[in-house]
Protein backbone atom coordinates (compact mmCIF):
# COMPACT_ATOMS: atom_id res chain seq x y z
CA UNK A 1 0.00 0.00 0.00
CA UNK A 2 1.15 3.38 -0.81
CA UNK A 3 2.57 5.37 2.01
CA UNK A 4 -0.71 8.21 3.12
CA UNK A 5 1.59 11.17 3.27
CA UNK A 6 -1.78 13.70 3.86
CA UNK A 7 -2.05 12.25 7.52
CA UNK A 8 -5.21 11.26 8.73
CA UNK A 9 -8.84 13.41 8.24
CA UNK A 10 -8.67 14.62 12.11
CA UNK A 11 -5.35 16.73 11.79
CA UNK A 12 -6.50 18.13 8.31
CA UNK A 13 -9.47 19.24 10.10
CA UNK A 14 -7.78 21.39 12.55
CA UNK A 15 -5.18 22.80 10.07
CA UNK A 16 -7.60 24.16 7.64
CA UNK A 17 -11.14 24.45 6.66
CA UNK A 18 -12.78 22.78 3.52
CA UNK A 19 -15.15 24.50 1.50
CA UNK A 20 -18.94 22.93 0.66
CA UNK A 21 -17.57 20.93 -2.33
CA UNK A 22 -14.65 20.24 -0.87
CA UNK A 23 -16.40 18.66 1.79
CA UNK A 24 -18.87 16.88 -0.23
CA UNK A 25 -16.24 15.47 -1.78
CA UNK A 26 -14.77 13.92 1.06
CA UNK A 27 -17.66 12.46 2.51
CA UNK A 28 -18.83 11.23 -0.50
CA UNK A 29 -15.18 8.94 -0.81
CA UNK A 30 -15.76 8.13 2.78
CA UNK A 31 -18.91 6.67 2.25
CA UNK A 32 -18.09 5.00 -0.53
CA UNK A 33 -15.22 2.88 1.39
CA UNK A 34 -18.01 2.48 4.28
CA UNK A 35 -19.95 1.05 1.55
CA UNK A 36 -17.69 -1.26 0.25
CA UNK A 37 -16.67 -2.61 3.73
CA UNK A 38 -20.53 -3.17 4.52
CA UNK A 39 -21.33 -5.34 1.21
CA UNK A 40 -18.32 -7.53 2.84
CA UNK A 41 -21.01 -7.71 5.94
CA UNK A 42 -18.21 -6.46 8.32
CA UNK A 43 -18.27 -3.80 10.48
CA UNK A 44 -15.18 -1.37 11.47
CA UNK A 45 -15.95 -1.23 15.11
CA UNK A 46 -13.81 1.66 15.40
CA UNK A 47 -14.72 4.23 12.60
CA UNK A 48 -13.37 8.07 13.62
CA UNK A 49 -11.69 10.76 11.84
CA UNK A 50 -8.06 9.56 12.92
CA UNK A 51 -8.73 6.40 11.09
CA UNK A 52 -9.60 8.24 7.33
CA UNK A 53 -5.99 8.73 5.68
CA UNK A 54 -5.36 10.92 2.98
CA UNK A 55 -3.24 9.79 0.22
CA UNK A 56 -1.77 13.88 0.36
CA UNK A 57 -2.79 17.24 1.83
CA UNK A 58 -4.74 18.03 -0.86
CA UNK A 59 -8.57 18.83 -0.35
CA UNK A 60 -9.04 16.50 -3.63
CA UNK A 61 -6.71 13.32 -2.34
CA UNK A 62 -8.02 10.00 -1.99
CA UNK A 63 -8.93 9.05 1.26
CA UNK A 64 -9.09 5.49 3.07
CA UNK A 65 -10.72 3.75 6.21
CA UNK A 66 -8.12 2.29 8.07
CA UNK A 67 -7.30 0.30 11.63
CA UNK A 68 -9.19 -2.79 10.90
CA UNK A 69 -8.64 -4.18 14.08
CA UNK A 70 -11.58 -4.32 15.49
CA UNK A 71 -13.34 -4.82 12.68
CA UNK A 72 -16.07 -8.27 12.77
CA UNK A 73 -18.76 -9.80 10.71
CA UNK A 74 -22.25 -7.73 11.12
CA UNK A 75 -23.89 -8.99 14.65
CA UNK A 76 -21.34 -10.60 16.60
CA UNK A 77 -21.82 -10.73 19.75
CA UNK A 78 -19.46 -9.10 22.15
CA UNK A 79 -18.43 -9.23 25.34
CA UNK A 80 -19.63 -5.82 27.59
CA UNK A 81 -16.62 -5.80 29.45
CA UNK A 82 -14.43 -5.53 26.61
CA UNK A 83 -15.86 -2.54 24.51
CA UNK A 84 -13.31 -0.75 22.77
CA UNK A 85 -13.54 2.57 20.59
CA UNK A 86 -13.07 6.13 21.07
CA UNK A 87 -16.25 7.07 22.80
CA UNK A 88 -17.50 10.33 21.28
CA UNK A 89 -17.41 8.25 18.20
CA UNK A 90 -19.40 5.35 19.60
CA UNK A 91 -22.64 4.61 18.89
CA UNK A 92 -25.67 4.58 22.57
CA UNK A 93 -26.33 0.90 21.70
CA UNK A 94 -22.50 -0.05 21.54
CA UNK A 95 -22.16 1.59 24.73
CA UNK A 96 -24.54 -0.48 26.37
CA UNK A 97 -22.79 -3.79 25.16
CA UNK A 98 -25.25 -4.47 21.78
CA UNK A 99 -23.65 -6.67 19.07
CA UNK A 100 -22.19 -3.97 16.60
CA UNK A 101 -24.04 -3.13 13.32
CA UNK A 102 -23.24 -1.18 9.79
CA UNK A 103 -25.73 1.48 11.36
CA UNK A 104 -23.26 1.97 14.50
CA UNK A 105 -21.11 2.49 11.85
CA UNK A 106 -23.42 5.10 9.82
CA UNK A 107 -23.53 6.52 13.60
CA UNK A 108 -19.74 7.26 13.55
CA UNK A 109 -20.30 8.84 10.39
CA UNK A 110 -22.88 11.56 11.56
CA UNK A 111 -20.31 12.26 14.14
CA UNK A 112 -17.44 13.00 11.56
CA UNK A 113 -19.99 14.71 9.79
CA UNK A 114 -20.49 17.30 12.72
CA UNK A 115 -16.60 17.32 12.80
CA UNK A 116 -16.29 18.53 8.88
CA UNK A 117 -18.22 21.94 10.33
CA UNK A 118 -16.41 22.35 13.87
CA UNK A 119 -13.17 21.70 12.69
CA UNK A 120 -12.65 19.82 15.92
CA UNK A 121 -13.49 16.25 17.28
CA UNK A 122 -16.62 16.03 19.02
CA UNK A 123 -17.04 16.60 23.02
CA UNK A 124 -12.71 17.68 23.00
CA UNK A 125 -13.47 19.90 25.90
CA UNK A 126 -14.56 16.88 28.14
CA UNK A 127 -13.40 13.57 29.69
CA UNK A 128 -14.00 10.18 27.84
CA UNK A 129 -15.15 8.05 30.19
CA UNK A 130 -18.41 6.91 32.08
CA UNK A 131 -19.94 9.82 32.27
CA UNK A 132 -20.19 10.55 28.73
CA UNK A 133 -20.77 7.50 28.05
CA UNK A 134 -23.94 7.69 29.76
CA UNK A 135 -24.66 11.25 28.39
CA UNK A 136 -24.38 9.97 24.61
CA UNK A 137 -26.85 7.36 26.22
CA UNK A 138 -29.09 9.59 27.44
CA UNK A 139 -29.21 11.54 23.66
CA UNK A 140 -26.68 13.83 24.11
CA UNK A 141 -24.95 15.07 20.89
CA UNK A 142 -22.51 17.75 19.68
CA UNK A 143 -24.46 21.18 19.20
CA UNK A 144 -25.02 22.27 15.65
CA UNK A 145 -22.47 24.30 14.39
CA UNK A 146 -24.13 28.05 13.35
CA UNK A 147 -24.34 27.94 9.81
CA UNK A 148 -24.59 24.42 9.43
CA UNK A 149 -26.98 24.23 6.21
CA UNK A 150 -30.11 22.56 7.79
CA UNK A 151 -30.50 19.72 5.21
CA UNK A 152 -26.61 18.69 6.39
CA UNK A 153 -27.96 19.29 9.48
CA UNK A 154 -30.65 17.00 9.27
CA UNK A 155 -28.39 14.41 7.61
CA UNK A 156 -26.40 14.02 10.82
CA UNK A 157 -29.08 14.14 12.70
CA UNK A 158 -30.59 11.15 11.13
CA UNK A 159 -27.09 9.11 10.98
CA UNK A 160 -26.78 9.49 14.95
CA UNK A 161 -30.30 9.42 15.95
CA UNK A 162 -30.84 7.10 18.89
CA UNK A 163 -32.79 4.42 17.54
CA UNK A 164 -29.90 2.62 15.16
CA UNK A 165 -33.23 1.29 12.84
CA UNK A 166 -34.20 4.61 12.27
CA UNK A 167 -30.32 5.72 10.55
CA UNK A 168 -29.48 5.55 6.98
CA UNK A 169 -28.44 2.47 5.57
CA UNK A 170 -24.84 3.06 3.83
CA UNK A 171 -26.56 2.93 0.52
CA UNK A 172 -28.50 5.83 1.23
CA UNK A 173 -25.99 8.01 2.64
CA UNK A 174 -23.74 7.47 -0.16
CA UNK A 175 -26.44 8.59 -3.30
CA UNK A 176 -27.55 11.45 -1.05
CA UNK A 177 -23.84 12.36 -0.49
CA UNK A 178 -22.84 12.14 -4.33
CA UNK A 179 -25.87 13.50 -4.69
CA UNK A 180 -25.08 16.48 -3.25
CA UNK A 181 -21.17 16.76 -4.70
CA UNK A 182 -22.51 16.15 -8.31
CA UNK A 183 -25.18 19.09 -8.12
CA UNK A 184 -23.98 21.45 -5.25
CA UNK A 185 -21.95 23.69 -8.30
CA UNK A 186 -24.88 24.18 -10.31
CA UNK A 187 -27.90 24.11 -7.70
CA UNK A 188 -26.53 25.64 -4.50
CA UNK A 189 -26.95 29.45 -5.30
CA UNK A 190 -31.11 28.26 -5.64
CA UNK A 191 -31.05 26.64 -2.68
CA UNK A 192 -32.30 23.76 -4.09
CA UNK A 193 -29.98 20.79 -2.33
CA UNK A 194 -31.42 18.78 -0.27
CA UNK A 195 -32.04 15.06 0.71
CA UNK A 196 -33.68 13.50 -1.81
CA UNK A 197 -36.45 10.93 -1.82
CA UNK A 198 -37.70 9.69 1.41
CA UNK A 199 -35.67 11.77 3.56
Same mark, same amino acid.
Given at each position: MDLMNGGNLRSNLLIKKYNPIEKYYN??? +?AHALLNL????LVHGDFHSGNVLLYSIDAYSSNYISDFGLSRPVNQTINSNEIYGVIPYMAPEILRGKPYTKAADIYSF? +??MWEFTSGIPAFNNRPHDFNLSLDICKGLRPEIVKGTLPVYARLMKRCWDSDPNKRLTT???HQIVLFWYDYYPKDYGNKSIDIPSKL
Open positions: LTK +IHKCNG +IIEEL
